[in-house]
């Protein structure tokens, strides 16, 4: 079966833009969150996939870097797409100054730290979008997913948790999950149980976009992301 045909997303092969696939979004959260939208794409690995970024992409992460000061953080919430997840964030009954949304929190770290700590190549690709384009992108093992596909749904009761002492999820959460299993929380770090391995072959990127962001700085953060981990050791 192709995986148009399960509602999969296409395979990225480096050699040009193909359209991220939509997830799924469940009808009460739709209805509650209109503008709420989660894109996928999946991408083919070879070699480690945890394994170090070439030195461009190092490079690009020191790059970027200097174009952070305090000024900089301080006038980033005005911006269009920072402040579009920021009001998400107030609608969900989060504090965007105490839960900071994923650009404000690389820009304070990269302020506390005095730069980006290059980590492996897909967290860096990750990062790099991310710097780029204020989306975020999180990576899961494609092979992890079941056939309906990425999408946003609330927790139900039976959702199994993967906190220490937490047998299930409490119901009504925000999470991404595909037909029978939640991946993670939204805007949190996927579970591990669908984290990226030293035998994975192929990465799932997904994005989560509110109202306010355009769906072009959607498609641009994930084939930034798609091009630097498809390209490997040789991305520049």
Do not use: K
Not at 52 to 72: D, F, I, K
Not at 123 to 129: E, F, I, T, V
Not at 167 to 186: C, I, K, N, Q, R
Not at 208 to 223: F, N, R, T
Request: proline share 8%; glycine share 12%; charged share 20%.
């Amino acid at each position: 079966m192709t995986e148009e045909a399960t509602g999969r997303p296409p395979g990225w092969n480096g050699g040009g833009r193909v359209a991220p696939t939509s997830g799924f979004v469940s009808s009460d959260v739709a209805g509650e969150f209109p503008g709420l939208r989660l894109d996928w794409i999946t991408v083919a690995i070879s070699g480690r996939p945890r394994r170090s970024s070439p030195p461009g992409v190092v490079e690009r992460l020191r790059h970027l870097a200097n174009r952070y000061s305090g000024a900089t953080v301080v006038t980033m919430r005005t911006t269009p797409i920072p402040h579009a997840y920021r009001s998400f964030y107030r609608q969900i009954g989060l504090d965007p100054d105490v839960d900071r949304i994923p650009a404000e929190r690389v820009a304070v770290e990269r302020l506390l730290r005095g730069g980006f700590a290059s980590v492996d190549l897909i967290s860096d690709a990750c990062l790099l979008a991310l710097l780029e384009t204020g989306v975020p992108i999180w990576a899961l093992d494609a092979d992890a997913i079941d056939e309906q596909g990425l999408g946003i749904r609330t927790t139900t009761p039976g959702d199994a948790g993967w906190q220490p002492g937490s047998e299930y999820l409490e119901p009504g959460m925000l999470a991404v999950s595909d037909g029978t299993t939640v991946h993670g929380l939204l805007f949190a770090e996927p579970a591990s149980a669908g984290a990226v391995r030293p035998r994975t072959t192929r990465v799932a990127l997904f994005t989560v976009a509110v109202g306010g962001v355009p769906a072009i700085h959607v498609e641009e953060s994930l084939w930034i992301c798609a091009d630097l981990i498809s390209r490997g050791d040789s991305g520049e």
